[in-house]
Nanobody, 123 residues
Framework: VQLQAFGGGLVQAGGSLRLSCAASRRTFSNNGVGWFRQGPGKEREFVAAISWNGGFRNYADSVKGRFTISRVNAGNTVFLQMNGLKPEDTAVYLC?????????????????WGQGTLVTVSS
């Protein structure tokens, strides 16, 4: 599975962005999908995950209530709607497809990764 994330950009604090993760070469409709981020000088951290059918979603505490993960399997795409953005959300955001049908908070459970998209939030 090849993944590509896009939709990043520069936004002011309090603003919104919607990231997309598209799969090619093979569908990921049977896989859990996760979003992770890596800020400057920081380790990669979990942001959100969604199960294969969207029935289970999990969020990092830092983004709960502000970010929403969703998917359209027919379109082979997963979205991350980010509202109420804060400067500390600034990072490269990466999407990944899990080994199983349910996403995980651990990056070790994701063998397929796309290139990231940069989100910069100005204060």
């Amino acid at each position: 599975v090849q993944l590509q994330a896009f939709g990043g950009g520069l936004v002011q604090a309090g603003g919104s962005l919607r990231l997309s993760c598209a799969a090619s070469r093979r569908t990921f409709s049977n896989n859990g999908v996760g979003w992770f981020r890596q800020g400057p000088g920081k380790e990669r951290e979990f942001v959100a995950a969604i199960s294969w059918n969207g029935g289970f979603r999990n969020y990092a505490d830092s983004v709960k209530g502000r970010f929403t993960i969703s998917r359209v399997n027919a379109g082979n795409t997963v979205f991350l709607q980010m509202n109420g953005l804060k400067p500390e959300d600034t990072a490269v955001y990466l999407c990944a497809a899990a080994r199983t049908s349910v996403g995980s908070t651990s990056p070790l459970q994701y063998p397929y990764w796309g290139q990231g998209t940069l989100v910069t939030v100005s204060s």
